[in-house]
């Protein structure tokens, strides 16, 4: 099976930075997308951003011209850089991907366990 393993969250200041990353592992063939999702307590989990195996990307309009996501394809991670942190931004923030386990194409779609981040004064 594909594991997926965060890090970088933390407590960060209004107008700091974070980086956060995720790695793939286990069985992969191949990664098609992966993206960054967050939920507060009580709320409903949202899109954050999404970069597919090709580069295209997609932002939430809450967080675009501030986060930028990339890619290293290589080393199945993806890499989710927020700048200009706001108190809203405080949430899980999870990752995901999806591909193929195989060369036959037998599809996953997997999430990690999620990764805290605060921000605060």
């Known amino acids: 099976q594909v594991q997926l393993v965060e890090s970088g969250g933390g407590l960060v200041q209004p107008g700091g930075s974070l980086r956060l990353s995720c790695a793939a592992s286990?069985?992969?063939?191949?990664?098609?997308?992966m993206g960054w999702y967050r939920q507060a307590p009580g709320k409903q989990r949202e899109l954050v951003a999404t970069i597919t195996s090709l580069g295209s990307t997609n932002y939430a309009a809450s967080v675009k011209g501030r986060f930028t996501i990339s890619r290293d394809n290589a080393k199945n991670t993806v890499y989710l850089q927020m700048n200009s942190l706001k108190p809203e931004d405080t949430a899980v923030y999870y990752c995901n991907a999806e591909g193929a386990r195989t060369a036959a194409m037998d599809a996953f779609h997997s999430w990690g366990q999620g990764t805290q981040v605060t921000v605060s004064s």
């Open positions: 286990g069985s992969i063939f191949s990664i098609n997308a």
